[in-house]
């Protein structure tokens, strides 16, 4: 019992000492709050903070967010301004953005995918016409704008094709100059499909995984072509409904992918993106159709053997068709925060696409190829390929399919996909990808 | 009497089979978590170590270093210890005051506290991370703030219930004796709870140490991620999942989480029940 | 006694009802406000009367999540609790060997988090389906609804099961030796003697699971979130969900109508708990 006595004494004092503490922390929770709700509205509150202004990036593409890290702290070594990068896990970027925009510190700088996009931020968008960062774009078309502002500016130019394994191809008895449209491309691959064990592949084309980790392959890229095709014949940019114009050709190339694959198509509902780039790598396959954001997954067969077709879907002027060129990133600043924050954003912007080591780390950390006028050229082969191909006349298609109306769309779309390939009607993809495209655009309004 | 003895034999038996296969899940995370990346892939996964694939430390070095492991660690730790003494110690004054003086304004908070044990967090997860953010509690240590107001309502209750237990003629000697109620209370009540003390603590710890969403939303995320919000970091763009470090980084939450268990089994266990029979 | 103590309320109740205030009550009331209004942050919000409401409950989604939950929450509580009384009754068995070492990796699961928990079945139910040439768990309705079941099960028979044992161990031991002497077999033993002996046990975890059935999130945003197309959206999901990632202004007030229909739902299953267990309390 004394000793028990003894003991609660402790105890008691420890115990008083915490309660002191959570009376410490109400004390402080209380004045904060007084004090924020006096000053209004939340985007100029922060009295307290020094003229010099901060820099919030949430940035969307997990796989660059250590170059990102190291970039600011450079940044944040050679001027003093503080410069915070956030990125939200894969696939929270929407969310993240959501539940961040609202805060007292909310982002300055953060990103759109497209117009889809821009309708849900554009009120939080500043208008990026006088800024340097735009200036400093080469092509002045890679933008986001509603009316006469310019939203947000794209800042990584992204090509995606079908990328081939040149040591494979040239074994299997063919050069990049065989395949020039639809046609050559599927007696090609038709050709290695037959002889796949002679030339020692799997398959010509890698599994088309179709879940959520690779189906955006099909219902994002692959169904660019049609979209392109179609919205060039038709003059439109953002339409709330489509035709399916070119939807036989989308089939024609969905089932040379499922065809000559590396497995069955009952299968490739088991398989992912990770199954993709190991068959890529391993030299299973010979064709897969990404773009240069994934060359650092494949960089282990060798920059000489990675090639890029365009993606040829027996459709439009072949001839001329070059790389699908475009982007899914753009740079949007935020008009809700202090014009401090502004001015540092913008300012970290410019020094990002003209310093040396801000143009250094977009092109060899980061990967980009980027549209600025003093970007450095990156190395990858991929990108090169695709440069290469539109400075010898070659037209490239541009991203129709970031107009799609929402994710619920393309879910729609892998789903129908999947049931088609498990042996279902071609029918379900017909109605997710022309009667849905209205549906979801409606439901965005 | 023989028989009896073959149905244990068998049940034994059973029993032990399905102990294995109820840890074969954490099992098969320790194995993958020590294989090279190229080798852990939907199907390889059932797979043991092999020379092939054996990568050494390599993903947990990875996942140390790479992600903030150690930071995030830290910030579940800060959390969860600082919430929890919070919790138990304004909680069980709070309880011992509400059931004591028990007068209208008592009722009227108790029955609050028992309605927000029911409510779902979907209900304020916008309108409460709103309020975290202007009231600046988006920093570890503030956050137990939050803690302490929504973890309330289960501790106020199972306090409460105790307290309601304990014959009030020791305290009033107590006080007789000259003793404040502060001083009564810390001498007298607390010992007297200790058991419920135990059962609130662990129940609470092993909230707060795993709850993903509040500290997902409230704190400030360009400085802090705790243990489940940075699991989530292991998935990258365009569907790659690095699952090797992921694993690692899983095996290194669950180990601290079942060595305290194996270590503390009885109090842990017996704190579950008297909380589950009272709630 | 009271008395005396009234006076010190700055100390013993003000740090928990203040946090309370601000970590609960203004939080709920401004939820519930919210969910009358159009908004996209709390200080810009325009009264639209129950439009939110209407829209909600005209959401498929919503009503999709609503029925599966339900599936979810009355399945799961009916295994887990059969499973968790099966065990709970071998292992109190007389001259078991082992019951202590079973107990203990029983409960285990139950510590680790619903997201990493998430994490690892995800990783274990892919592998199975991949190797039996099923789809995987993003595709897979059937297989996302029966994962989460698994995991459910995983984590909380070995909870459910202490709970029981603990009932099991707290019925009078005269009452089974009485029911020996009256030549009851074990089945008759066990519906005649430990069954109605266990009956407020047996509420508790039923409720228990039922309730944690009805709120599940982590374990779901962990395993499948939602895929595909929303088929294994649960409701908190759900909400979460039209909170955060829908495009466009309208959907976070419809979110916060969902929620509070949510609230109402789990609110109404506690009452008819409390119901039933005061009225066993007044039996006994």
Redesign the interface.
């Known amino acids: 019992m004394k000793a028990n006595g003894g003991m609660s004494r402790r105890q008691f004092i420890s115990l008083a000492g915490a309660t002191i503490l959570g009376l410490g922390i109400v004390g402080c929770a209380d004045n904060s709050a007084t004090s924020s709700s006096d000053s209004g509205d939340a985007a100029s509150s922060d009295s307290s903070s020094e003229a010099t202004g901060k820099v919030y990036y949430l940035n969307f593409k997990p796989e660059v967010d250590e170059a990102w890290k190291a970039l600011a702290k450079t940044y944040t070594e050679q001027t003093g301004v503080d410069v915070q990068i956030v990125t939200a896990a894969s696939g929270t970027y929407e969310e993240k953005l959501t539940s961040e925009m609202p805060k007292s510190s909310a982002p300055t700088l953060f990103q759109i995918s497209g117009y889809v996009g821009l309708e849900n931020w554009k009120d939080y968008c500043l208008d990026l016409s006088d800024s340097d960062v735009y200036k400093e774009l080469a092509n002045p078309d890679l933008v986001l704008k509603d009316g006469d502002q310019i939203d947000a500016v794209g800042f990584v130019q992204e090509n995606f094709g079908i990328v081939y394994n040149k040591a494979l191809l040239t074994k299997a008895g063919y050069s990049e100059s065989d395949i020039t449209d639809f046609a050559s491309l599927k007696k090609v691959a038709d050709d290695i499909q037959a002889r796949k064990d002679e030339i020692g592949v799997k398959g010509a084309f890698v599994s088309s995984g179709l879940d959520s980790s690779s189906s955006w392959r099909f219902t994002n890229h692959t169904a660019n072509m049609p979209l392109a095709l179609e919205f060039e014949e038709d003059g439109v940019t953002n339409p709330d409904t489509i035709k399916g114009t070119y939807l036989p050709n989308y089939k024609d190339i969905f089932d040379l992918y499922i065809t000559d694959s590396t497995c069955d198509k009952a299968e490739l509902s088991a398989k992912t993106a990770d199954d993709a780039v190991s068959e890529f790598v391993n030299g299973e396959a010979v064709f897969y159709q990404n773009g240069d954001w994934g060359y650092k997954d494949i960089k282990s067969i060798g920059d000489e053997n990675i090639g890029l077709l365009p993606l040829y879907i027996g459709a439009g002027d072949e001839a001329k068709q070059g790389p699908c060129s475009g982007t899914e990133n753009y740079w949007a600043v935020n008009a809700d925060a202090s014009e401090e924050d502004q001015k540092a954003t913008l300012d970290f912007l410019k020094w990002v696409v003209t310093s040396d080591e801000g143009t250094a780390a977009m092109a060899d950390d980061m990967g980009f190829n980027c549209p600025f006028k003093s970007s450095k050229e990156s190395d990858n082969p991929i990108t090169k390929a695709a440069t290469d191909m539109i400075k010898g006349g070659k037209k490239a298609v541009s991203w129709a399919f970031a107009v799609q109306p929402n994710q619920e769309y393309r879910d729609d779309l892998a789903n129908a996909l999947n049931k088609y390939a498990a042996g279902g009607s071609w029918d379900d993809v017909k109605t997710a990808f022309v009667d849905n495209w209205a549906t979801e655009k409606a439901a965005n309004k | 009497m023989g028989k009896e003895k073959a149905t244990n034999r068998v049940l034994s038996i059973f029993f032990t089979i399905l102990s294995l296969a109820w840890i074969y899940p954490m099992f098969m995370i320790l194995v993958n978590s020590f294989k090279t990346e190229s080798s852990i892939n939907t199907t390889s996964v059932f797979e043991l170590l092999g020379a092939s694939n054996f990568n050494g430390l390599a993903n947990y070095v990875n996942a140390l270093t790479r992600q903030g492991f150690a930071a995030a660690f830290m910030n579940s730790l800060i959390i969860t210890v600082t919430s929890v003494a919070l919790i138990l110690v304004c909680c069980s004054m709070c309880a011992w005051y509400v059931v004591r003086v028990n007068n209208r304004f008592c009722k009227a908070v108790y029955f609050l506290f028992v309605f927000s044990m029911v409510v779902p967090f979907q209900m304020l997860m916008f309108t409460l991370s709103g309020l975290a953010d202007r009231m600046g509690l988006n920093t570890p240590l503030n956050i137990c703030f939050i803690y302490l107001g929504f973890g309330a309502g289960l501790a106020v209750f199972m306090f409460a219930g105790f307290v309601k237990t304990i014959p009030t003629e020791i305290e009033e000697a107590a006080m007789i004796d000259g003793c404040s109620p502060l001083q009564v209370f810390f001498h007298v009540v607390l010992p007297i709870m200790k058991p419920t003390y135990i059962s609130v603590g662990i129940l609470e710890t092993m909230w707060v140490w795993n709850d993903y969403l509040l500290p997902y939303l409230v704190l400030d995320s360009t400085k802090y991620k705790t243990i489940p919000i940075l699991i989530q970091y292991f998935r990258g763009g365009f569907g790659h999942v690095e699952l090797g470090p992921m694993m690692a980084c899983i095996m290194m939450v669950i180990v601290p989480i079942v060595v305290v268990y194996l270590v503390c089994q009885r109090y842990i266990i017996s704190g579950v029940v008297s909380g589950a029979v009272k709630g | 006694?009271?008395k005396?103590?009234?006076k010190?309320?700055p100390?013993?109740?003000?740090?928990?009802?203040?946090?309370?205030?601000?970590?609960?009550?203004?939080?709920?009331f401004?939820?519930a406000y919210?969910s009358f209004c159009k908004f996209?942050?709390?200080?810009k919000a325009t009264f639209v009367g129950f439009s939110n409401y209407a829209a909600a409950f005209q959401d498929p989604e919503f009503a999709h999540a609503f029925w599966l939950t339900a599936a979810f929450a009355f399945l799961s509580t009916v295994l887990i609790n059969v499973i968790a009384l099966a065990?709970a009754l071998?292992?109190t068995?007389k001259?078991?060997?082992?019951t202590n070492?079973?107990?203990?990796?029983?409960?285990?699961?139950?510590?680790?988090?619903?997201?990493?928990l998430g994490?690892?079945?995800q990783?274990?139910i892919?592998?199975v389906?991949?190797?039996v040439?099923?789809?995987?768990?993003?595709?897979?309705t059937t297989a996302g609804f029966w994962g989460m079941i698994v995991l459910t099960l995983?984590q909380q028979v070995g909870?459910m099961m202490?709970?029981y044992i603990?009932g099991l161990q707290s019925i009078p031991s005269d009452y089974l030796e009485a029911a020996k002497v009256d030549g009851a077999n074990a089945w008759q033993t066990l519906w005649k003697v430990k069954i109605p002996n266990l009956m407020s046990?047996i509420t508790?975890?039923l409720f228990?699971s039922l309730?944690n059935g009805?709120?599940l999130?982590?374990q779901n945003?962990?395993l499948t979130?939602g895929?595909?197309?929303?088929m294994s959206e649960m409701l908190?999901l759900n909400?979460?969900?039209t909170?955060?990632?829908r495009?466009?202004?309208k959907w976070?007030g419809i979110?916060?109508a969902k929620?509070?229909i949510?609230?109402i739902l789990?609110?109404c299953i506690?009452l008819v708990q409390l119901k039933i267990t005061r009225s066993k309390e007044v039996q006994q």
């Open positions: 006694m009271g005396v103590l009234k010190w309320w100390l013993f109740v003000l740090p928990t009802v203040l946090s309370f205030t601000f970590g609960f009550i203004i939080p709920f401004q939820g919210l996209k942050t709390i200080n065990i071998a292992l068995r001259g078991l060997k082992g070492a079973f107990r203990t990796v029983f409960f285990m699961p139950n510590l680790i988090g619903g997201i990493v994490y690892i079945w990783i274990l892919n592998a389906l991949s190797s040439g099923a789809q995987l768990l993003s595709l897979n995983w909870y202490i709970i603990a046990t508790i975890c228990l309730t009805f709120k999130f982590d945003l962990a979130g895929d595909p197309d929303h908190a909400i979460y969900n909170f955060y990632s495009v466009g202004a976070m979110g916060q929620a509070v949510f609230c789990v609110v506690s």
